[in-house]
Nanobody, 124 residues
């Protein structure tokens, strides 16, 4: 059983930055790919970014490439999402997810544990 707890969400103006954190407990964190997903009101869940267990591979949605950076600290069992140049369309609930796969696939079906989510609101 893996438990994931996100933090760091909030209200920010367009162009601003936020850093999300996800603390994991249980499982073998360093061998698990981790991902960030988001869901805006009335929309489906979408992949944002993923990172392999060793951090050697990262993947990003086209909509966030160049603005968001995913990273992890295996010593702390934490994964992060640095979000810069935020836009109103980035507003959503952001979820951290754990995958038993080594590669950070973009499909949500590859992820077996999810956090409760943290709200990010970007005002224009």
């Amino acid at each position: 059983q893996v438990e994931l707890v996100e933090s760091g969400g909030g209200l920010v103006q367009a162009g601003g930055s936020l850093r999300l954190s996800c603390a994991a407990s249980g499982g073998t964190f360093s061998s698990a790919a981790m991902g960030w997903f988001r869901q805006a009101p009335g929309k489906g869940r979408e992949f944002v970014a993923g990172i392999s267990g060793s951090a050697a591979s990262n993947t990003y949605a086209n909509s966030v490439k160049g603005r968001f950076t995913i990273s992890r600290d295996n010593a702390k069992n934490e994964v992060y999402l640095q979000m810069n140049s935020l836009k109103p369309e980035d507003s959503a609930v952001y979820y951290c997810a754990h995958s038993s796969k080594r590669f950070p696939y973009q499909g949500g079906g590859y992820y077996d544990y999810w956090g409760q989510g943290t709200q990010v609101t970007v005002s224009s």
